[in-house]
Structures are given as structure tokens and as C-alpha cells.
């Protein structure tokens, strides 16, 4: 049975098999080391061939992943609307507490009303709510931040047409694979 040798070390061989060969000058041996090199070739073809399957199936267990990730984005989505209904129900119980405390209890000050109930006391009483923008422009410059954000896609563009270094950035070259 033939030993598995990794593909590292099948292109290791072919390698020091080709430094055979360039220094080989008897015609039998080139002939040994050719047919070896020939062998070691086609180990590795089968190794890329396996290597590309594994590659090929990323894909596959990608979609798998984004398929659940949409499963799971939709309970999260139908959990939201849950959760917004049920505080809809608390709001809407809110006010018709805050509605029956003012018209059936006692005014204790401006704005202000409270109800004892069954040993329960409900105070309705009026403070500042959630801050609503009229007018954005209008608003002065003190309550105003400025975030900056980089445009990285065009820096990128821009760094490239550069030869990929401009001195405060850098894209760096990189090897991809395309299998076709």
C-alpha cells in the first residue's frame, strides 16, 4: 500500500527530484527520476483535485450558515414585534390607569392627582418627556458633534493607483485562488 504523504511534502519531493534531475547527467537515472516526477505529479494533481472539492464545498456550508442566520434573524424579527406588542398592551393599561386616577382621584397639586386603592396608592403627576427635534437647524452649534468617518473604499481606490503605499496608508498584495 502506498504511504499518504501530505501535499507539502509530495511538492518537497518533486522539488529536490527536479535538483536531481538538472544535476543528473546518466540517461537511465533521468529516466528513474522522470517517471518518479511523473508519479509525484499526479499525486499532487490529486491532491489539488481533493483540495478544490473541500474549497468548492466551502460554498455550500456558507449557504448553510446564512440560511439559519436568516431563520434565527427572523425569530429575532418576530420576537421584536412580540415584545413591541406586549409593551403596546402595558402602555395602552398605563393610560387607562393614569386616565381613571385623575378622573376619580384627589388633586393634590397643580398637575398632580393621587387614588388609594385596597391599600395601593396611584400618583399621575407630570414630568419632562423624551426630547422631540423641530427644527434641526436651529438647534445651536454647542449641542452638535461632528463624527468623522474615513471613506475606506475610496482610500483603498486611491492607495492602489498609488502602487499601494502612500504613506499613511497601505494595501498590501495579496494572493487569491480562483478555481474555474
Known sequence: MKEK???????????????????????????????????????????????????????????????EMDVHRDFIAKLNRRKKAINNVYDFLQKLLITTVENVGEKVAEDKFTFENNG?????????????????????????????????????KHVCMNDGDVGYAIVPKVKRLKIT
Open 5 to 67: 504523504k501530505t501535499t507539502l511534502e509530495l511538492i518537497d519531493e518533486y522539488i529536490d527530484a527536479d535538483l536531481d534531475l538538472q544535476m543528473n547527467e546518466d540517461y537511465d537515472e533521468i529516466m528513474v527520476i522522470k517517471k518518479k516526477m511523473n508519479e509525484l505529479a499526479s499525486d499532487i494533481k490529486e491532491k489539488q483535485l481533493n483540495i478544490k472539492e473541500v474549497m468548492v464545498k466551502r460554498k455550500t456550508d456558507e449557504a448553510i450558515v446564512k440560511a
Open 120 to 156: 395601593h396608592k396611584f400618583t399621575v403627576y407630570q414630568t419632562h418627556g423624551s426630547l422631540e427635534i423641530l427644527e434641526e437647524d436651529k438647534v445651536p452649534e454647542d449641542f452638535k458633534h461632528i463624527i468623522v468617518q474615513l471613506d475606506k473604499a475610496g482610500l483603498r
